[in-house]
């Protein structure tokens, strides 16, 4: 499976951004699809994971309610909506493939290649 990541970009805090992934190369619906990001000088830590169905979600305590994860399995996608972005949402934001829902990034087999997002104060 080969993901690709977009959608990253400069915001001003408190604006909104809508993070892409989009899957290739295997059977999108039979994975939990995660987001994961890493900031600077920073261990990559989980932000949301999503189900097959899109029926179950998990967030990081850090951006429940301001993030939402979804899924298209039609277009092969998974999206990660980001509302009231803060300063220290800043970070590379990575989409990952998973056959399990987990929080733990090492579980995840197949990975994007990243996009920056960068939130001004």
């Known amino acids: 499976v080969q993901l690709q990541a977009s959608g990253g970009g400069l915001v001003q805090a408190g604006g909104s951004l809508r993070l892409s992934c989009a899957a290739s190369?295997?059977?999108?619906?039979?994975?939990?699809m995660g987001w994961f990001r890493q900031a600077p000088g920073k261990e990559r830590e989980f932000v949301a994971v999503?189900?097959?169905?899109?029926?179950?979600?998990d967030y990081a305590d850090s951006v429940k309610a301001r993030f939402t994860i979804s899924r298209d399995n039609a277009k092969n996608t998974v999206y990660l909506q980001m509302n009231n972005l803060k300063p220290e949402d800043t970070a590379v934001y990575y989409c990952?493939?998973?056959?399990?829902?987990?929080?733990?990034?090492?579980?995840?087999?197949?990975w994007g290649q990243g996009t920056l997002v960068t939130v001004s104060s």
């Open positions: 999503i189900s097959w169905s899109g029926g179950m979600t």
């Open positions: 990952a493939a998973s056959r399990y829902t987990t929080r733990r990034a090492m579980a995840y087999e197949y």
């Open positions: 190369g295997g059977t999108f619906s039979n994975y939990y």
